[in-house]
């Protein structure tokens, strides 16, 4: 019957011929489905075993059931000696807890009390302890992450995020406001002003490189939230103008393989970095600090670069011998020392006096006539 139904399903996807075929011949009806009747009762397609290559011999689901049966019987067997033959550990072993545990809940608890009034100490303050240590191990996460602030600000200054490393300063500041009591905040915040210690020496070198004037602007944005041992108000203009003599000088130190080849070329350079750098130095300043200008600090920084300068002239500055390749190379040094003068003036500050001192009338390089002649270039220009 089975075979019947599987064969008149089977039917529909044969071709039309073999239909015809089934329908019409009886004996090939009836060989068919005995051969599907076979194909059913066949216990090998019917096992639930994993399919093998090998020739070993398959057990039947009844044969495995039977042997589990078997080594489950085995091991009880097994345990069953172990236990008898221990029967008087396990005894003994049972015995012992059940007297720890009536100790532990009934008689420690009583020896904890008597202890307590033999020492006169208060079992609600003990209580009060246990509660505080309970309150620290719940919010140890929070713990944790207080004393890694010393970590993490050290990791923001390595990767250059300056400004969360004045957070967490701020934060830590914060919790000794509202802790004054608690000694850990102020140990972390020490560890933490080490590394803004660091940072600041950091900043600092980098501001001896020429740098962009936004990378200044951000530079002295961190600086003047730092606190230093030197927080006065001339500190950070102190810094400033620091930075900038030592930039310049490098600069210059940079041009001194020229003076192997030309002094004049030398020369030339010399005064065209003097120009450039001081010119942008001043430009800085003032837009840094803007209405708190320091008059006397800048007209230091200023006279110290002029006087290095002049010295820089009287060493290299060409005498004249008549040549008129010597008369322009000079006029043309003297030229840009006017309009290093002119730069200047426009920051208010007039060194023409100083510069016509030290090169004119003292070393006499020039004279007040070359000078002159020269001026009046710059002024029809």
Request: hydrophobic letters at 40%; proline letters at 2%; charged letters at 25%.
């Amino acid at each position: 019957m089975s075979s019947s139904i599987v064969l008149q399903s089977l039917r529909s996807d044969l071709d039309p011929i073999h239909q015809s075929l089934l329908e019409n011949d009886q004996n090939l009806r009836n060989l068919a489905e005995d051969y599907l009747q076979d194909l059913l009762i066949n216990d090998e397609l019917l096992s639930t075993d994993h399919f093998t290559t090998t020739n070993s011999p398959k057990k039947s689901i009844i044969e495995e059931i039977a042997e589990l049966d078997s080594q489950k019987f085995q091991i009880n067997q097994e345990l069953s000696s172990i236990t008898d033959s221990n029967k008087d550990l396990i005894i003994d072993v049972n015995n012992d807890i059940n007297e720890i545990h009536g100790n532990l809940t009934n008689d420690y608890v009583n020896s904890i009390e008597s202890l307590l009034k033999s020492l006169n100490i208060d079992h609600t303050h003990i209580q009060h302890v246990s509660n505080k240590y309970e309150k620290i191990l719940s919010n140890m996460d929070s713990i944790l992450d207080i004393l890694e602030l010393p970590v993490l600000c050290r990791l923001f200054i390595l990767q250059g995020n300056y400004q969360e490393s004045l957070e967490i300063s701020t934060f830590i500041k914060s919790l000794i406001i509202r802790f004054p009591k608690i000694k850990i905040f102020k140990v972390i915040n020490s560890s933490i002003e080490v590394e803004l210690n660091k940072m600041f020496n950091g900043l600092i070198k980098l501001l001896n490189t020429n740098l962009k004037q936004s990378n200044l602007f951000k530079i002295f944005q961190i600086l003047n939230k730092l606190e230093t041992n030197s927080n006065n108000d001339q500190f950070l203009h102190s810094i400033f103008l620091n930075s900038r003599f030592k930039l310049i000088n490098n600069e210059i130190s940079s041009l001194k393989p020229i003076l192997k080849f030309n002094k004049v070329t030398y020369l030339k350079r010399y005064l065209e970095t003097y120009r450039e750098y001081l010119y942008s130095s001043l430009s800085l300043y003032y837009s840094i600090f803007k209405n708190n200008i320091k008059v006397i600090l800048v007209n230091q920084f200023v006279t110290s670069l002029i006087h290095q300068l002049c010295k820089e002239m009287e060493l290299y500055f060409p005498k004249i011998e008549g040549d008129n390749d010597d008369n322009q190379n000079n006029d043309g040094l003297i030229l840009q020392l006017i309009y290093i003068n002119k730069s200047l003036a426009s920051f208010q500050f007039e060194f023409e006096p100083l510069i016509l001192l030290n090169l004119c009338y003292q070393n006499e390089l020039f004279t007040e006539d070359d000078w002159v002649r020269n001026l009046s270039k710059t002024k029809r220009k």
